[in-house]
């Protein structure tokens, strides 16, 4: 609990993102932290802790993936525990969207998206998850922003002809 605790707000972030569309962000951290639990002693370092809650959550949101058919926002089980009831229905409705795109994004993007935009990571710490050097997490971004763009500018484009 001592190591859980300050990460704990950038762990939830990032299983909201991660398990949209595929399976309640809830159950995702729920079995995250079990695996955690049962692995904590194959944990390198405390400096390390958050990735290996990442490295897990991948791990078992593909296990997820896997397993079940793809999930719309409105099917998600607890629903209010995902949305900030101080924002308004619009910005709700944009988080629906942005994730809706976010989920159509191939994994690597996606993920550095998720890490270093919504999750806060610096490019080293996202370099660091995600095994990779910086240049390739600044690729990663540099792509991932324009496929989530055309992503976006395609449903507004629908929308418009609607």
Known sequence: ME????????FERFC???SYGVCDFNDLMHDTLVI?????????????FLSFLFSIT???HANFRRKNKPLTFSDVIGIENTQDH???VDKNFQHDELYEALNRLPLEY????VL????????KETAEIQE?????????????RKMLLEVMSEKTTKKIAV
Not at 116 to 123: D, R, W
Not at 132 to 144: E, F, I, Q, Y
Request: hydrophobic residues 35%; positive net charge; aromatic residues 10%.
């Open 3 to 10: 190591l859980y605790e300050p990460v704990h707000g950038s």
């Open 16 to 18: 909201k993102a991660r």
């Open 36 to 48: 955690a639990f049962e692995q904590f002693d194959s944990l390198k370092s405390r400096e390390a």
């Open 58 to 60: 991948n791990k078992v």
């Open 86 to 88: 101080s924002i308004s």
């Open 110 to 113: 996606r993920t550095c998206i």
């Open 116 to 123: 270093f935009e919504i999750s806060g990571f610096s490019l």
């Open 132 to 144: 990779c050097t910086v240049d390739a997490v600044k690729k990663r971004l540099s792509r991932g």
